[in-house]
């Protein structure tokens, strides 16, 4: 008797860096019977990109979702256009689910294809306030909270800043931020009416930021956390971040227990990964984005599939997640592991408005288009905007020589060939 098309779950533990995922991973291999992959690599240092590099197949340079000097959040957003992997497994006849507590990866962002759509966190406020927010802070540019709040009086917004609060005290009530999402998740799995061949993308975000209640809420702008502006943070996130990936793996267990019952385990395509790492105060640094360190471009990566998985030695992009899975669909076999992988940043995400002149310099240094390249022999960052090879770690005689030349290759796909340098 054929057993039919097998379904898929993607599971996105947001933000999970590899060193920190070795219970996670004890727990899927040992008791779920997952394969762990030991040298995954994300695109790219933060959330967008990365995920559009799992549904298109694509690094950033290709799929274009990303940011730039010029493009930031709000205006990075996905572009569904038939070649997302929800979309074709679509038309091959599954039903589509998307669970996420990550605003990003949903329909305010671009996705608005799959079948069925679950917000499992509470936004802190509502589109209409949103909207009245963000006209506020355009016409006024506050640079800190005391400034938002008297601009938000000149405005007679008098009730936004309660209602802002009332939702953050609600949010604690229910767990948050020890639980941003987790448990709504479980509860749904086990709810929900599925309908076979199932696809479903879960997005986690436990182990993100914030680590306590108010911390999400500091006058600095973001890009001041990842210029190192805000060291008396670094020790709060260093014993939050562990609190936060122990309390995952205890949801994780029952999710996966509640995916056994309905018999979701077997015939299925199971990935379990992460879109990037956290900086937790190396160089004094905070967060993710514009960096190609290790601690967030390395993440797990863990399969429990129905066909074999095939070479593991060597290192899987992120990318690679839809063609593995489009293989298995249609048994087919493919070959997961590479001699290489990429990952790609253009500048930070976030805008930096009424940053003091003295941090501009050193912002400008950061919005330039960077490649890492993990290879078998050593790594290497090539900084494209000024053509030149950066931290080169190998042993091997030619490597550069032969960094570079990927490297190239990688650019001259886009340009058909032509790299004129």
């Known amino acids: 008797m054929s057993v039919g098309k097998p379904n898929v779950i993607i599971i996105v533990l947001d933000t999970l860096r590899k060193d920190h995922s070795r ?19 994300t695109t790219s240092p933060w959330t967008i990109p990365s995920h559009a590099s799992m549904f298109t197949g694509l690094y950033p340079l290709y799929h274009g979702v990303h940011e730039g000097r010029k493009r930031k ?123 076979r061949p199932v696809y479903m993308f879960i997005n986690l975000m436990e182990v993100h930021e914030p680590y306590s209640i108010f911390e999400g809420f500091t006058d600095a702008p973001v890009v001041n956390r990842l210029l190192g502006e805000e060291p008396e943070l670094v020790e709060k996130w260093r014993k939050g971040y562990p609190r936060q990936v122990e309390y995952l793996e205890k949801r994780l267990r029952e999710m996966m227990e509640t995916l056994e019952d309905r018999n979701l385990m077997e015939n299925s395509v199971i990935v379990v990964t992460s879109d990037h790492g956290q900086l937790l105060g190396e160089d004094n640094r905070l967060g993710h984005g514009v960096f190609l360190d290790d601690e967030l471009l390395r993440v797990p990566l863990l399969i429990k599939a129905p066909h074999e998985i095939g070479e593991t030695e060597g290192y899987v992009s992120l990318a690679r997640i839809k063609p593995f899975i489009l293989s298995q669909v249609e048994g087919k076999d493919f070959q997961l592991a590479s001699e290489y992988a990429l ?79």
């Open 343 to 421: 990952a790609e940043s253009f500048g930070t995400h976030y805008p930096y408005p009424n940053l003091p002149e003295e941090k501009l310099e050193a912002v400008k240094e950061l919005e330039k288009y960077r490649i890492r390249l993990y290879h078998r022999e050593g790594t290497a960052v090539f900084n494209v905007d000024d053509w030149k090879l950066e931290e080169v770690e190998s042993e091997a005689e030619d490597f550069e020589r032969k960094a570079r030349r990927l490297i190239l290759r990688h650019l001259s796909l886009l340009t058909g060939g032509r790299v004129a340098r």
């Open 73 to 195: 959040v709000p205006d990075v957003r996905f572009r569904e256009d038939g070649t997302y992997l929800h979309e074709v497994l679509g038309s091959l006849g599954y039903t589509t689910y998307l669970l996420t507590a990550n605003f990003f990866v949903g329909p305010d962002f671009g996705i608005r294809a799959f079948d069925e759509f679950r917000d499992t966190l509470k936004p802190l406020i509502e589109d209409r306030d949103r909207e009245e927010l963000n006209e506020v802070l355009k016409k006024h540019e506050p640079r800190n909270a005391l400034e938002l709040t008297w601009a938000l009086v000149k405005e007679r917004k008098f009730t936004l800043p309660f209602k802002i609060f009332l939702r953050i005290m609600g949010r604690y009530g229910e767990g948050w931020p020890r639980d941003k999402g987790a448990k709504v998740t479980e509860r749904l799995l086990s709810e929900m009416e599925l309908k």
């Open 23 to 41: 219970g996670i991973e004890r727990l899927l291999t040992r008791d779920f019977g997952f394969t762990s992959i030991e040298n995954a690599i």
